[in-house]
């Protein structure tokens, strides 16, 4: 069955340095997602991108974080300078289509700013 | 601002229990409401539900939507120990060039014990 990949798995950085997580979506989804979870919190949306621009952002997507599909098949989630705050899961997903649409999740990167 | 919230928040059975889940929401132009299943790694797509009062089935699960009363719930029938997860409640809603955002509720963590 198809699946969304996310590497790595655990990423550790420290404070003030970037770090770019890796998504491939399934192979005929269209709409691209990133979601955040904060240890012991909801988990949060932080923006959708679809046709190689952002949809949309929450808040949270200020002008530390940006979004790129850098060719076909990848999707990834740059953060410019870390902060201690930014050390949650972070989920990739992807639909087919942008509305009404499942959305299918990665197992997700643990990033941790020391 | 939308909000998704569930109740309880834990949740501990035994084998061959029945467990009900609950999840309420107060949004802006309801689209979907999906059930997601997480264990220690992606959610799991379980349900999305867009009518109110058709029940969605799968195996021992099942889920209902009721949009006067703004509420969904999971049933799970005759639990087994793989059943232990936590249970995410999530939904979309319309607004603008918006689409496919999810808010989150903070999940049932359900335990089941042999």
């Known amino acids: 069955e198809p699946e969304v990949t996310q590497t790595p798995s655990h990423q550790v950085t420290q404070m003030g340095q970037e770090v770019i997580l890796r998504c491939v979506p399934i192979?005929?989804?269209?709409?691209f997602y990133w979601y955040r979870q904060i240890l012991g919190q909801k988990v949060e949306f932080l923006v959708s991108?679809?046709?190689?621009?952002?949809?949309?952002k929450s808040e949270i997507f200020d002008d530390q974080f940006s979004v790129e599909r850098p060719d076909g098949s990848n999707f990834t989630l740059k953060i410019r300078s870390t902060k201690l705050e930014d050390s949650a899961m972070y989920f990739c997903?992807?639909?087919?289509?942008?509305?009404?649409?499942?959305?299918?999740f990665g197992a997700g990167t643990r990033l941790s700013v020391l | 601002e939308d909000k998704v919230v569930q109740s309880p928040l834990s949740l501990v059975v035994h084998e061959g229990d029945t467990v009900t889940l609950n999840c309420s929401y107060e949004?802006?132009?309801?689209?979907?409401l999906l059930w997601y299943k997480q264990e220690k790694k992606a959610p799991t797509f379980l349900f999305m539900l867009?009518?109110?009062?058709i029940e969605k089935k799968s195996g021992r699960l099942s889920s209902i939507l009721d949009k006067k009363e703004l509420f969904s719930i999971l049933n799970i029938t005759a639990t087994q120990t793989g059943d232990s997860a936590v249970y995410l409640c999530?939904?979309?809603?319309?607004?603008?060039?918006?689409?496919?955002?999810?808010?989150f509720g903070q999940g049932t963590i359900l335990t089941v014990h042999p």
């Open positions: 997903a992807s639909s087919k289509q942008g509305a009404l649409d499942i959305q299918y």
């Open positions: 192979s005929n989804h269209l709409y």
């Open positions: 991108f679809y046709n190689n621009e952002i949809s949309e």
């Open positions: 949004v802006t132009n309801f689209r979907s």
């Open positions: 867009t009518s109110s009062g």
């Open positions: 999530a939904v979309e809603a319309r607004g603008g060039t918006s689409y496919g955002k999810l808010t």
